[in-house]
């Protein structure tokens, strides 16, 4: 049976074409992409790319399904959008935070969504911000938290903000709590893999690099990952979150905060419940 799901896969490969960037904007890993790519040709009994090197192309067959499945998806869309406007519990407001959120700001955002549609149900997801742009602009999500710099693939966003971040370091890395980023040596910094966030990640990278060249970095997978890399003497962990703490680890301010985390608000123009989104992004702002 043809489903939402194989429209999405279609559509984001027919875009990216190109496999990996194409299950990142549908919110999927590669493997899931290319086995609903496979049923769907099944489905229609026709080859719908052609493979090569550098990526994919729709054949004759997938140029004419094109426009079809674009239609088949809106539609669709519209379908559960007039559903939720006539929900007796409310409409649900569908809010995206990237990992990089600190906890009280997604707090404040989600209170701040639910204050701005009085009646609404505001259910919440954490993804990476590639997934979450995806998901905005498939109409997945009604608006998101990502990292700034990023690629917004049309859609409207907020002003950008600065959120202070603070090094955790091992016990007796460094002897003040303002110290220079330069000063903290020795240690790779704990970082998340590039691809979820990949303009942000780049900032990032060359920012640490310009203010600290020796030390290089180490991929973890989510900042807890990062704390028990500190707890254990193994690294450094850059965070934006006030109440990330652990035995054995140090909290630094970072002399000019040169690594702010940068975030900011995104949705789509055509699909939002709030008559101005953008005010919402205040919420960001946490002590």
């Known amino acids: 049976m043809l489903t939402e799901r194989h429209l999405q896969i279609f559509i984001a490969l027919a875009e990216e074409q190109h496999f990996g960037d194409a299950a990142r904007v549908v919110g999927i890993t590669q493997p899931p992409l290319s086995q609903g790519l496979r049923r769907l040709e099944a489905l229609v009994g026709a080859k719908l790319f052609e493979r090569g090197s550098g990526g994919v192309e729709l054949t004759p067959a997938g140029t004419a399904l094109l426009p079809f499945a674009r239609r088949a998806l809106t539609s669709i869309e519209e379908l559960h959008q007039a559903a939720v406007a006539r929900d007796p519990e409310g409409p649900e407001i569908r809010l995206g935070l990237a990992p990089e959120v600190p906890p009280g700001a997604g707090a404040a955002v989600a209170a701040a969504c639910g204050a701005a549609v009085p009646g609404s149900r505001v259910t919440v997801v954490t993804a990476p911000t590639s997934s979450l742009v995806g998901q905005v602009s498939a109409g997945r999500l009604t608006l998101a938290v990502v990292l700034h710099p990023t690629?917004?693939?049309g859609l409207a966003a907020g002003p950008v903000q600065l959120l202070p971040t603070w090094a955790l370091a091992p016990a007796g890395l460094a002897a003040d709590s303002?110290?220079?980023?330069?000063?903290?040596?020795?240690?790779?910094?704990?970082?998340?893999?590039?691809?979820?966030?990949?303009?942000?990640?780049?900032?990032f990278l060359d920012t640490l690099a310009?203010?600290?060249?020796?030390?290089?970095?180490?991929?973890?997978?989510?900042?807890r990952a990062g704390l028990a890399m500190a707890a254990a003497g193994q690294a450094i962990v850059m965070t934006a979150d006030p109440s990330l703490a652990a035995p054995g680890v140090e909290r630094h301010r970072l002399t000019g905060d040169p690594l702010p985390t940068r975030l900011r608000l995104v949705w789509s123009h055509d699909r939002t419940p709030f008559a101005s989104p953008a005010d919402l992004t205040t919420a960001l702002v946490t002590p």
């Open 151 to 153: 690629v917004l693939d």
């Open 210 to 223: 310009m203010h600290r060249p020796d030390g290089g970095t180490v991929v973890v997978t989510d900042e």
């Open 178 to 203: 303002v110290v220079e980023l330069k000063m903290l040596r020795g240690l790779p910094v704990a970082v998340r893999p590039r691809a979820e966030a990949p303009a942000a990640r780049d900032l």
